[in-house]
């Protein structure tokens, strides 16, 4: 059981390029996350998804975009990085049953925008 | 708001407990998480308390929540170097199934 897989796990772009992050996830959950990790302010959600077809928007999601096209894929989109954008990206996956919320995370990619 | 508040850091001796707190804003949530995340890994689920509990004990691990001051601690008993981590506490909003993390607490063991 693989769990939540990220690709990349690392990635250099310049301003303005344009990229995707994906996230794998094999147990079948409904519920899919993007969050950003910086120094010193924990983990904050960039979008959601509570199903496949579906997205919504969390705490920080300027310049983000997404897509939940089958069920076991989420993927979180820059159009144009910034130097802004420099942060270490987890996704997470949910069953979210019976009011309990438990997230299991990938490894992160870790993404430098110059 | 929805703040999560933690302490950021917390350096004990190794064979000593350690207390990491955390304060939470919203008396509805449900469930209140702990998570670890060690250097370079993603975050992993420690334990987990339902609200209408005080404390919940997983081997070294305690969990005590006081709801009334929407404070959460979680103990870690005969600290070990592999303790040593980051741990995010979390509350869950019921309303489309987001968590709100604290900002971490870096817990440091020293021999």
């Known amino acids: 059981n693989a769990g939540v897989t990220q690709t990349p796990k690392f990635r250099v772009l310049k301003t303005g390029q344009s990229m995707t992050l994906l996230c794998a996830q094999d147990?079948?959950?409904?519920?899919m996350y993007w969050y950003r990790q910086d120094p010193g302010m924990g983990l904050r959600l960039i979008h959601y998804?509570?199903?496949?077809?579906?997205?919504a928007k969390g705490e920080v999601p300027d310049g983000y975009n997404v897509s939940r096209l089958k069920k076991q894929n989420f993927l979180l989109g820059l159009e144009s990085a910034a130097p802004s954008q420099t942060s270490v990206y987890f996704c997470?996956?949910?069953?979210?049953?019976?009011?309990?919320?438990?997230?299991?995370f990938g490894a992160g990619t870790r993404l430098s925008v110059l | 708001g929805e703040d999560v508040e933690q302490s950021l850091f917390l350096s004990v001796r190794e064979g000593d407990s350690s207390v990491i707190n955390c304060t939470y804003t919203?008396?509805?949530?449900?469930?209140l998480y702990w998570y670890k995340q060690e250097p370079g890994a993603g975050l992993q689920l420690l334990t987990y308390?339902?609200?209408?509990?005080d404390m919940k004990q997983d081997q070294r691990l305690t969990v005590l929540l006081n709801k009334k001051d929407k404070h959460l601690s979680l103990r870690i008993a005969d600290t070990q170097t592999g303790d040593s981590a980051i741990y995010f506490c979390?509350?869950?909003?019921?309303?489309?199934?987001?968590?709100?993390f604290g900002q971490g607490t870096e817990l440091s063991v020293k021999p």
């Open positions: 979390a509350e869950s909003k019921t309303a489309g199934g987001k968590l709100i």
């Open positions: 997470a996956s949910s069953p979210h049953r019976e009011g309990k919320n438990i997230q299991y």
């Open positions: 147990m079948n959950h409904e519920y």
């Open positions: 308390i339902f609200s209408n509990m």
């Open positions: 919203d008396s509805s949530s449900t469930y």
């Open positions: 998804s509570v199903g496949e077809g579906t997205t």
